[in-house]
Nanobody, 125 residues
Framework: QVQLVESGGGLVQAGGSLRLSCAASGRTFSSYAMGWFRQAPGKEREFVASITWRGESTYYADSVKGRFTISRDNAKNTVYLQMNSLKPEETAVYYC??????????????????WGQGTQVTVSS
C-alpha cells in the first residue's frame, strides 16, 4: 500500500505560480502511474494531470494544458505539479493519487486510489 502526503499549497495572486509535491511511502511507488486531482468547495473532484510510472507520458485536463506540468522523481518517491498562471477559479484542495487500474491517461476518478489528505491552493483575484 502506498501512502501519500501532499504539500506546497498556499495563497497566491492570480497569475502566480505554485509547485505542489506529493511524497509517497512504500517500495512500489515507481510501479504506478500517478495523478493530481482538485476539488473546489461545492464541486466534484476533478482530474488535473497524470503521469505514467516511468514518466514518459503525461496527460492534462484541457483547462490546465500549457500552464501546469506534472513530473516525478522515482528516486525520491515524489510527484510534482508545477502550476503557472493560476486563476481564482482554480482555488481548491489538490490531491494526489495512485492510478490503481484503467488505461494510461485515464481521467476517471474510480481508477485512482490511496488518496493523500490534500493541500489547499487559494488564488486571489
Amino acid at each position: 500500500q502506498v501512502q501519500l502526503v501532499e504539500s506546497g499549497g498556499g495563497l497566491v495572486q492570480a497569475g502566480g505560480s505554485l509547485r505542489l509535491s506529493c511524497a509517497a511511502s512504500g517500495r512500489t511507488f515507481s510501479s504506478y502511474a500517478m495523478g493530481w486531482f482538485r476539488q473546489a468547495p461545492g464541486k466534484e473532484r476533478e482530474f488535473v494531470a497524470s503521469i505514467t510510472w516511468r514518466g514518459e507520458s503525461t496527460y492534462y485536463a484541457d483547462s490546465v494544458k500549457g500552464r501546469f506540468t506534472i513530473s516525478r522523481d522515482n528516486a525520491k518517491n515524489t510527484v510534482y505539479l508545477q502550476m503557472n498562471s493560476l486563476k481564482p477559479e482554480e482555488t481548491a484542495v489538490y490531491y494526489c493519487a495512485v492510478q490503481a487500474q484503467g488505461y494510461s491517461g485515464s481521467t476517471y476518478l474510480g481508477d485512482f486510489g490511496s488518496w493523500g489528505q490534500g493541500t489547499q491552493v487559494t488564488v486571489s483575484s
